[in-house]
């Protein structure tokens, strides 16, 4: 995993070794088929690639097509600027802002390990799949 600043952006990059088992981590398939993660980008989105090879961000809960948005990655000999105050944390709104958390109140916001966050990351889109599928969503 490399993580650190690229310009104005914060990445968290994951190893071509490391993919699958994030993929896993994160049930990325149960939003996305055919897309894979390849790391974070500010905490808040997921870096995802498709099967041709293009870059997106979505958000970490509901990761869903309609908001894909293209991103160029960093080539993988491009540095990262490292940034020790966030080497192996992730940043994470305790209410996610998908459901009216605010991503501005300081009150909302704790800092969590990688494993944490993909605990975090599944159970609020179990939360979207079930309030979405229910019959009262509808």
Known sequence: MREGWRKDDYLILFEESE?????????????????EI???????DFLVRDSSGRTYTVPTVAPLSRYLEP????????????DVRFEGKVKWY??????????TDEA???????????????WWNNVYLNSTCSPQAH
């Open 19 to 35: 993919i699958d088992a994030a993929n896993v981590r994160y049930a990325i398939s149960q939003f996305l088929p055919g897309y």
């Open 38 to 44: 390849v790391g974070l980008w500010f905490w808040d």
């Open 71 to 82: 991103f160029a990655p960093p080539q993988s000999n491009e540095p990262l600027e490292t």
């Open 94 to 103: 305790v209410k996610p802002v998908m459901f009216s958390g605010s991503p």
């Open 108 to 122: 909302n916001v704790t800092w969590v390990d990688h494993a944490t966050h993909a605990e975090l990351v599944r």
